[in-house]
């Protein structure tokens, strides 16, 4: 008994705890995985918004895949004030050209990064938004410039499908 | 325990307790040695399960009516209010009782940080606590967000956005919590099946507790060891039955006083209002016996150290046999500690208060002292002290302050054997 030599019986333990723990992980991950969005939630992947009432310095707000989305016409000063925003000043850089493929209008998920309230039009210190749960301000380009929220306003992919018609996912 | 091996006198009682010894249970149960100086902050316990029985019985009762489901959910909830047979009675004996249980819990707690209860052997009924009280948080939480109103859906949100602070697995989890890709109807059912779980796991938990608790026994208000049976104890059956009797009933006085006549001051008007994905409730705020913990959440500036604050505000007290290095249990006997352990439900009461208020200004500057006042307890005071402080001598027994003691143990110890 002194000398441990590895003999039959422990490969047999060995190769029997390795079987029981695939067996008992494809058991479990079917439980783990029911939670996860099913295919009827997924279905609902896209929406199309028709924009042509939209003056500009009007948001409307819709609803894709349950969250808010904010699709703003925004105007002359807000995008001048949202490009001329040095990427030094950001807490999370980001160009506004690269959020606002078209300038005048800016589409992106109206849920603050922080936790996800929705936060309010024309409001904060940056006269972007402003989130009323825990103190967030963004600037017009949805950028977090203030408060607690880690990262900007997340732009969803949308593309134009007439010049009246935006198409959100 | 008691010393002696029970049997029971009758034939019958003996026939079956030789095979299911559930005679020696109770009989356990009624002799149980109790410390005799028992005052009544010791009186929770039992109104702890009557909270826990009550929010069983009307949970499940409140369950046969309700439907879990996002179109629905709202409007069940008042045809429970409106329309089923005493409905609003159990509806709302079930919202408060959820405060009551907390408040109780809340006092429970206080007892055993003041008598020091949580220290070496009771460490593991405290744990086993800890694991509870966790457990009753996200019991409230779930519950909260059944009614689909207003303070449901984005307090549900708010919460389970904490999860996406996580790194690069974050976002990924929040998802598979919600089902979806914010909250919706498969948030709400799965919401609904652990909110009916819960209860149960905590009534497992509850006994392991009280099992854990009848290994050593009792701590009480001098904090000693005592000897049991001795004459330092009463049986639980009738001494400590008809205290905590009467406990429960001045606490149901309480308790029937916010079902009956405000029902509603502990809940907030927003969550009549059904919920709106699209609008967020300009003030958002928790039930108010998770306030200290929001109110450190926001007092840091960054989301990931913010929740990390939150959590370790909660699971630091499990460390605390650990933390307090002092051999001496009851506050009555560290005058120093005394004083910290007043200061410290001061600072939890102001998170409390400015957790209400909106995170701003003074309100956000009082919040990060508080909460650097709350580590700074349990971190640097609670272990310093337990090795600076000059306690006040401890009496050898129960009896002894009251019947003259003498400092040398030999002479007290025949004067409590020939009291005997």
Redo the contacts between chains.
């Keep these: 008994m002194s000398e441990k030599k590895t003999n039959r019986r422990d490969f047999l333990f060995t190769a029997t705890y390795a079987v029981g723990a695939v067996g008992v992980g494809a058991t479990v991950w079917p439980m783990i995985d029911q939670m996860n969005p099913d295919a009827s939630v997924k279905a609902l992947a896209s929406t199309e918004v028709d924009v042509s009432s939209l003056t500009p310095g009007k948001t409307i707000t819709v609803l894709w895949r349950g969250k808010p989305v904010f699709i703003r016409r925004r105007t002359e000063d807000e995008i001048a004030d949202a490009r001329s925003v040095k990427l030094d000043d950001l807490k999370d850089p980001e160009k506004d050209e690269d959020r606002a493929k078209n300038p005048e209008w800016l589409v992106m998920l109206g849920v603050c990064t922080h936790l996800g309230c929705v936060p309010l039009n024309d409001k904060g210190d940056y006269n972007g938004w402003f989130c009323p749960c825990h103190g967030s301000h963004y600037d017009t380009s949805g950028r977090i410039r203030k408060g607690p929220a880690p990262t900007n306003m997340e732009v969803p992919k949308y593309e134009f499908v007439n010049a009246n018609t935006i198409k959100i996912g | 325990m008691s010393d002696h091996e029970y049997t029971p006198k009758s034939k019958a009682g003996k026939w079956f307790n030789d095979r299911l010894p559930l005679l020696t249970l109770a009989n356990h149960l009624t002799d149980y040695p109790t410390p005799k100086n028992l005052n009544y902050w010791w009186t929770f316990g039992g109104i702890l399960t009557f909270c826990l029985i009550t929010q069983i019985v009307t949970g499940l009762t409140l369950a046969m009516h309700y439907i879990a489901h996002a179109d629905m959910a709202f409007e069940s909830v008042e045809h429970i209010m409106r329309d089923v047979n005493y409905g609003w009675l159990i509806r709302y004996i079930h919202a408060n009782g959820a405060s009551m249980f907390f408040l109780a819990v809340y006092i429970h707690i206080f007892r055993s940080l003041f008598y020091g209860s949580y220290k070496a052997p009771r460490e593991i009924i405290w744990i086993i606590g800890i694991i509870i009280y966790l457990l009753m948080m996200a019991a409230a939480f779930m519950g909260y967000v059944l009614p689909w109103g207003q303070m449901s859906f ?1 307090g549900a ?2 919460i ?3 999860f ?1 602070a996580i790194p690069l697995v974050g976002e990924g989890i929040v ?10 109807n ?1 948030t709400l059912t ?1 919401f609904f099946t652990l909110h009916y779980l819960i209860p149960f796991l905590i009534l497992g938990l509850v006994v392991l507790h009280i099992w854990a608790l009848h290994v050593p026994g009792n701590n009480n208000p001098v904090g000693i060891d005592v000897k049991k049976p001795s004459k330092d104890t009463v049986p639980f059956h009738p001494y400590i039955v008809i205290k905590d009797g009467f406990a429960l009933l001045m606490f149901m006085i309480v308790f029937a006083f916010f079902v009956f006549y405000t029902p509603n001051i502990l809940g907030h008007a927003d969550n009549y209002i059904e919920a709106d ?8 705020v928790p039930e108010w016996y998770l306030l200290p913990f929001y109110a450190i959440l ?1 007092s ?5 150290l ?1 929740v990390i604050a939150m959590l370790s505000a909660i699971l630091i007290l499990a460390a605390l046999p650990w933390l307090d290095t002092s051999k001496i249990r009851s506050a009555v006997f560290r005058p120093l500690y005394k004083q910290f352990y007043w200061i410290l439900v001061a600072d939890v009461l102001i998170l409390g208060y400015v957790g209400a208020m ?3 200004g003074l309100y956000l500057l009082v919040a990060r002292v508080a909460t650097a006042y709350y580590f700074l307890h349990f971190l640097v005071i609670l272990p310093v002290l337990g090795l600076k402080e000059k306690t006040l001598p401890v009496p050898l027994s129960i009896t002894e302050p009251i019947l003259g003691g003498t400092a040398n143990l030999a002479t007290a110890r025949n004067k409590e054997s020939s009291i005997k």
């Design positions: 984005w949100t708010v389970t956005n904490l996406s998802t598979w919590l919600w089902g979806g890709y914010s909250v919706d498969p799965r994905p699209l609008v967020t409730p300009a003030h958002i926001r840091v500036p960054d989301k990931l913010g909106p995170a701003e």
